[in-house]
């Protein structure tokens, strides 16, 4: 299903057989997904005048379906492979709508087929925005948005580019595309990815005036406009029950409530992707961590322009999760009653997705936390405004007293509807719920106000961390590890059985939300282990996004903490690399009375079979005490630990749930010595 210029990509299959292939690790994120849901389920800007519509390279017929003709096809067989191959014959027109004739020939034999693919995913995937700098122009009571956007481009891959390829919306249009204040031609193609949430993307393939050649940038000046009403088509399409999908996917233009989740949701500025399916494995959670990291870096800018009325006039504007001012004035033009308008700095992207939220909603004050709810939420705004209160004291312990920026909570429009957070920024429905469930869910969120980190397992790790401490103080230590096992399945099953058996994720580098909000959790369950509450807090308080420029940071902010406790070692093999997990075993146990009378000498042999070296806590219980040593448990390693214990020992124990492994996370023997004798 990988797109190309001037084509229609339709599956060979139905939705519904190719979702029965969906890989493990598939299957692992989307059940990660749904619980992490679950858990919240209670420069100068562009010029404002679009310049005038562009000549492109063929005129539209205006009695055909879509803009492109179906030639070739990539998609999921009943057995689960991507297929390609010739498209299918076409459907009979639609009278009254338009299409482009496609160039390039359906009849490629397979090899050549597959050769003209990747070429051109090698295209996609060659291109890096640098930055962005937006003049959106949004027009809510016909659900519309215009765009225009000044995009430098760096061509990161190994050859020359000649043309590159840009991708929005399948409901935005292509006007023009210019460079160097000239237009330049292109042609358009429909293309099936559900990286958007109506299926599908347009793609202008855009001939260059000269090659773009490798490392360098160019600048491009584009304009494109359409309507974004709420789309669950590809959700449907695999079956979803049609009110789960409208509440998955609430993106949309309206007069009261504008949210436009970006890349992986509704794709409302400009990309460069390789089109995925639902279905086809991982690939589509894959590519839309690739996008989050490619873009990590990006600088972004954006001016906003709301035609409205005073009755829907919007009272808050939030670009990327941040907070902008509106201001609001009469229009001339005595058909719009008011403009609000609103410009962010220039800022630096992290791990995300540019996103744009615009809402008629009224404020409510909390602890570090603004509220913007709606009318029929009011009654429910106090029990979240003191969990934020009663949540609050326990971050400054861990996270210093005063956070970066303050947390925005946003009202969805419906009760239903899933939340969804980026940055600094909760946006959920403002649902009555008990203290229990809100103080977790502002543990979680309110973390996102103190760490502000471009890097994916820093932010989203603490922020799960976080969440998990506070379940050990409100519930108990056991309560907080099984609430981090219920993810691990999801982790073991991404991970490499051992390296180069899979690619495995960094955390450096990962782009999956098992390992940058699961494993990145057990790091930190790990390093407290290590260095102990009050070195990983220091660390945590001294954290400084703008000084993280090297890949060791943190780990020498720990380290200092710490007082130079030696950590390079586990950070080489649980962050810099990826190994897999480590897989521990208690191999066999020799009790024998010691000299001391009463007490027994234990010696256990341990063993870890994986290829990631971890410490781990190995526990003799006894009647009347019990005894903990730790041991370093290299890769592929086996070691002999001796314990002396007062009392006869009844159980030998290793690791205590917070290193994570492929199978368990504790392991436990039981001794009988009067029945050994």
Avoid at 109 to 127: F, G, H, N, S, V
Avoid at 288 to 305: D, E, M, P, Q
Avoid at 362 to 391: C, F, K, M, Q, Y
Wanted: glycine share 6%.
């Amino acid at each position: 299903m990988i797109g190309h210029a001037g084509v229609i990509r339709l599956p060979i299959c139905s939705r519904n057989g190719a979702m029965q292939a969906i890989s493990r690790s598939s299957l692992a994120i989307l059940a990660f997904a749904l619980l992490f849901s679950a858990i919240y389920s209670l420069g100068q800007p562009p010029s404002a005048t679009p310049p005038a519509a562009p000549q492109t390279t063929q005129e539209p017929d205006k009695t055909q379906g879509k803009k492109g003709t179906v030639i070739l096809s990539r998609s999921i067989d009943e057995n689960g492979q991507t297929v390609d191959g010739p498209a299918p014959a076409p459907p009979a027109a639609n009278p009254g709508t338009n299409s482009r004739e496609a160039t390039p020939s359906p009849n490629l034999p397979p090899a050549k087929l597959a050769a003209q693919l990747a070429m051109e995913d090698a295209e996609r995937t060659a291109l890096t925005y640098t930055d962005f700098d937006l003049d959106v122009r949004l027009r809510p009571i016909e659900s519309r948005l215009a765009v225009r956007a000044l995009l430098t481009l760096l061509n990161d891959g190994k050859a020359p580019l000649s043309s590159v390829r840009l991708q929005i919306s399948s409901t935005l249009d292509w006007e023009q595309i210019r460079a160097a204040g000239r237009d330049l031609t292109f042609t358009v193609a429909v293309l099936n990815s559900d990286t958007d949430h109506t299926g599908q993307l347009h793609e202008a393939v855009v001939a260059l005036p000269t090659p773009l050649a490798p490392g360098a940038s160019a600048q491009l000046d584009v304009t494109y406009s359409g309507t974004v009403a709420q789309s669950a088509k590809r959700l449907q399409a695999i079956g979803t029950p049609e009110d789960a999908a409208a509440h998955s996917d609430w993106d949309v233009i309206s007069t009261d409530f504008t949210g436009l989740r970006g890349f992986g949701n509704v794709v409302w500025y400009p990309v460069s992707s390789v089109p995925v399916i639902l279905g086809d494995g991982a690939r589509l959670f894959d590519e839309i961590g690739t996008h989050k990291r490619r873009l990590s870096g990006a600088h972004f800018r954006l001016a906003l322009t709301v035609e409205t009325t005073p009755a829907t006039s919007p009272t808050i504007a939030l670009v990327n999760g941040r907070s902008i001012p509106l201001t609001t004035t009469t229009a001339v033009d005595a058909t719009v009653a008011t403009i609000a308008t609103a410009s962010s700095d220039k800022f630096t992207l992290g791990f995300e997705a540019p996103s744009l939220f615009v809402a008629t909603r009224a404020s409510h004050a909390a602890t570090d936390t603004t509220l913007w709810a709606r009318p029929e939420s009011d009654p429910n705004v106090a029990g979240w405004i003191n969990a934020a209160d009663v949540v609050t004291p326990f971050l400054q312990s861990w996270l210093g007293m005063k956070p970066r920026s303050q947390l925005t909570i946003l009202d969805l429009p419906d009760d239903g509807d899933i939340p969804y957070e980026t940055g600094p920024l909760l946006a959920t429905p403002i649902r009555a719920a008990g203290p229990e469930v809100l103080n977790g869910v502002l543990a979680h969120a309110l973390t996102h106000a103190w760490i502000l980190s471009p890097r994916a397992w820093l932010s989203e790790g603490v922020a799960h961390f976080m969440g998990t401490l506070w379940i050990e103080k409100q519930q108990g230590r056991d309560r907080a590890l099984a609430s981090l096992d219920n993810a691990r399945s999801a982790l073991a099953l991404a991970e490499p059985e051992s390296p180069g058996e899979g690619e495995g994720q960094p955390l450096l580098s990962c782009i999956s939300p098992a390992y940058y909000r699961t494993k990145a959790a057990y790091v930190f369950w790990m390093l407290r282990d290590l260095a102990g509450d009050t070195a990983l807090s220091a660390a945590l308080r001294a954290y400084d996004p703008a000084k993280d420029a090297e890949p060791d940071f943190f780990e020498k902010l720990v380290e200092q903490a710490s007082e130079h406790h030696d950590l390079g070692w586990f950070f080489r093999d649980w962050v810099y690399t990826d190994k897999g997990l480590p897989d521990l075993s208690i191999e066999s146990i020799y009790p024998t009375a010691a000299s001391v009378p009463g007490s027994y000498l234990v010696a256990v042999n341990l063993a870890n079979n994986g290829y990631t070296a971890a410490e781990a806590p190995v526990q003799v219980v006894s009647l009347s005490t019990t005894a903990t040593q730790r041991v370093v448990l290299a890769a592929r390693s086996k070691s002999v630990q001796r314990i002396l214990i007062q009392g006869i020992p009844t159980e030998v124990r290793l690791n205590n749930g917070t290193i994570p492994e492929t199978q368990a996370t504790v392991h436990s023997k039981t001794l009988d010595i009067s029945a050994s004798k």
